[in-house]
């Protein structure tokens, strides 16, 4: 057996209060709600509503907001390609801890790369992961800039700022898209409005 | 601003659904139980009985097992020195989260150094982070050795393991050492039914 590495000294540990009994607790069905789309696309707007909603509804969730987590979980990382891979993992691997634990777990992240989405999907079992793509044009981002980050970055103070100098890969696939009607953006309400009933169809906020 | 190093293109968001409201949710109160002692004392067992015994509280707890999260999380960190701390500071982190929504967290790792240890409750509100020693003696855990890993420590099959060829360092403050004085004996419930009571007492179980 090896000590470096991925070790094989380790066992799973079975708990008998497993994720259908804190189901049953909490009334809901744990999932991850995964907000994807560039800077100022209305991620973290769309994140507080829906958790608010749910409250209202009486359903624990939690959200894992990219910019929280870096002063925390994922501060070691910087802003590179193989770093936002490994910021997308940890996040991904949290949010499965906390659907298991029987939360709506809303994770609200720019995630720009398919292939880190697709990882953290694959990660959920029984398809727990919704995927709600803001789709919102650069330029009313730009516009918003709530940051002035794409200020920054038309300057050239930002390098690799997903939407100016980076990609941004919508999915191909995604649960729920937010779209402008008409040119005027939906409500945070009418957004987290949109999520819920999804959540409600598929059955995420009954007693389980 | 800088592009490299520390990102400072970050900002806080607030949620404006909280931890009161959540603690309300679930009528108790989010803190991290960091079990902590050699591999072989227990901390598994009494994770198991706890979290058993507040669900039929109807309370919610969540157990971070050092094994479990090795598999997901922390599956890319080794056991040399710095992914060890690298480990229980990532445990620590998620801790804090999981204290954050409201339910009750038991962390159940071996996390044998006082500085990594220290530094996990330095990320929570004072009072919240409540580390409990399975004070168990070497002998008794070599002696059960659930995982036959002491054996192959011994044979020199893993180098680096708690205990053999690794240091545990003893907490010199925690709230909670198990099993209490007077009590060598105690089973897993029992044991948990003590640190229920520590933690009734400091209003962790009322909303």
Not at chain 1, 23 to 48: D, E, N, P, R
Not at chain 2, 34 to 46: D, E, H, P, Q, R
Not at chain 2, 171 to 186: F, I, R, S, Y
Request: with cysteine.
């Amino acid at each position: 057996m090896s000590t470096v590495g991925n070790s094989t000294n380790i066992f799973w540990q079975e708990s008998p209060v497993g994720k259908l009994e804190r189901q049953k607790l909490l009334k809901q069905k744990g999932c991850v709600v995964w907000i994807t789309g560039l800077s100022g696309s209305g991620k973290s707007t769309l994140a507080c509503s829906l958790s608010r909603e749910l409250y209202t509804r009486g359903k624990l969730s939690y959200v894992l907001d990219g910019d929280n987590l870096r002063h925390g979980l994922t501060r070691i990382l910087v802003s590179k390609a193989e770093d936002r891979t490994e910021n997308i993992r940890r996040v991904g691997e949290v949010a499965k801890l906390f659907a298991d634990a029987g939360l709506i777990c809303i994770a609200s992240l720019i995630s720009p790369y398919r292939k880190d989405r697709d990882a953290c999907r694959a990660m959920l079992p029984d398809a727990n992961f919704v995927e709600v793509f803001m789709n919102m044009p650069l330029e009313l981002c730009e516009e918003r800039d709530s940051k002035d980050l794409y200020k920054l970055a038309r300057a050239g103070k930002i390098k690799g700022f997903t939407g100016i100098d980076d990609t941004y890969e919508p999915p191909f696939n995604c649960e729920i898209e937010i779209n402008q009607k008409d040119g005027i953006c939906p409500t945070p309400g009418a957004m987290a409005g949109e999520v819920v009933s999804y959540l409600e169809e598929k059955g995420y906020l009954q007693d389980q | 601003m800088a592009t490299n190093g520390k990102a400072t293109n970050i900002v806080w968001h607030k949620s404006s659904v909280g931890k009161l409201n959540r603690q309300e949710l679930l009528e108790q109160k989010g803190c991290v139980l960091w079990i902590t002692g050699l591999s072989g004392s227990g901390k598994s067992a009494l994770a198991c009985a706890l979290c058993q015994a507040l669900y039929s509280r109807g309370k919610l707890t969540y157990i971070l097992d050092g094994d479990n999260i090795r598999h997901g999380l922390n599956r890319d960190l080794s056991f040399k020195a710095e992914d060890r701390a690298e480990n229980i500071r990532r445990i620590g982190e998620v801790a804090k989260l999981f204290a954050d929504a409201g339910i009750i967290c038991i962390a159940s790792v071996i996390s044998p150094y006082r500085r990594d240890r220290d530094a996990c409750r330095e990320l929570l509100p004072e009072g919240d982070f409540i580390e409990v020693f399975m004070d168990v003696p070497l002998q008794i855990c070599e002696a059960r050795d659930p995982k036959g890993l002491y054996k192959l420590a011994r044979a020199g099959k893993i180098k680096g393991f708690t205990g053999i060829d690794d240091p545990y360092e003893p907490p010199l403050n925690c709230e909670l050492v198990l099993p209490q004085k007077g009590n060598d004996c105690a089973s897993p419930c029992e044991m948990a039914e003590t640190v229920i009571s520590y933690l009734e007492e400091k209003g962790y179980l009322l909303a």
